[in-house]
């Protein structure tokens, strides 16, 4: 018997090499971001091709936004303060402080755009979370000073609440750097600014109000978050800087569709051109 067919010799050694394995090529890129346009087409094929009303939507995302107020307040007693939109934003406000509220929180929504048309999805949410008693009054009213930095008070929890939770549900992807935050925006975030600096913690719904959803670019009174609760994936202006600087902790809940639902959707992520360019020879040294 030879020495390589011992049991005892090195299967893998200079006088043994292994056999050359054969190229793995993948079988796709998979998405890791969402673009804004990439976001609509999904919520439109969503609705339309795969039946999924925008309703049923609103209402797991309002839930996984619940979930991520109670892991951040932490007691029963901390006060929860969402800052409503007019678009998808403001509909997953009002189902997340409807279902708070059943909860037994203390929860208030602030609208940002008093008497302006919102869509039926969104008006039917706003209309339930007033039926359950969820207090709802202009934005321009809120005052972050009478919450003083500190602890709330506990009643049977293990761990100490804050002093509140402000949720950003003001914009989200829709929000384009070309187009500055007006003024009647900025008054708000600036309101849930002080608030953070008193010891409040924010939450930001899909992506920080003032934050480009594309480029990462932020808006001088864009809004800092704590914890950022994006939907089917991140959206890319989180992930890259300075919009990175303003998500915080960033969760990616499920909101009933599939996990690979963008790819379904949108198909395999287009690969990257590779540079072809040929090298320049490399100069010969003079004699």
Request: with cysteine.
């Amino acid at each position: 018997m030879r020495k390589n067919e011992s049991p005892f010799w090195p299967q893998k050694s200079i006088l043994n090499p292994p056999l050359p394995k054969e190229p793995v090529e993948p079988v796709r890129r998979v998405r890791m971001t969402l673009t804004r346009e990439e976001q609509r087409a999904i919520d439109k094929a969503a609705s339309s091709d795969y039946q999924v009303p925008v309703s049923i939507l609103m209402e797991h995302a309002g839930l996984a936004v619940a979930n991520a107020c109670t892991v951040v307040a932490k007691a029963l007693t901390t006060p929860i303060h969402f800052f409503a939109g007019k678009g998808m934003n403001g509909g997953d406000s009002y189902v997340a402080a409807r279902i708070l509220k059943a909860w037994g929180y203390t929860v208030t929504i602030w609208d940002c755009f008093p008497g302006e048309t919102q869509s039926p999805t969104v008006k039917n949410n706003r209309a339930a979370a007033e039926k359950f008693g969820v207090p709802i009054k202009p934005a321009s009213e809120f005052d972050p000073a009478i919450w003083q930095a500190g602890i709330s008070r506990m009643i049977y929890e293990k761990e100490p609440g804050m002093p509140c939770v402000l949720v950003d549900g003001i914009i989200g992807t829709g929000y384009e750097f070309a187009r500055p935050l007006p003024p009647t925006l900025t008054a708000i975030t600036a309101k849930i600014e002080e608030g953070h600096s008193r010891g409040a913690r924010v939450i930001a719904i899909d992506i920080p109000t003032g934050v480009d959803c594309n480029t990462g670019e932020v808006d001088p009174g864009a809004i800092t978050a704590d914890m950022t609760v994006s939907f089917v994936l991140p959206k890319k202006g989180i992930t890259i800087l300075p919009g990175k600087s303003k998500a915080g902790l960033v969760r990616v809940p499920t909101i009933g569709l599939p996990i690979n639902f963008a790819d379904i959707v949108l198909g395999p992520v287009p690969e990257e051109p590779k540079d072809e360019t040929p090298e320049a020879p490399a100069e010969k040294g003079k004699s």
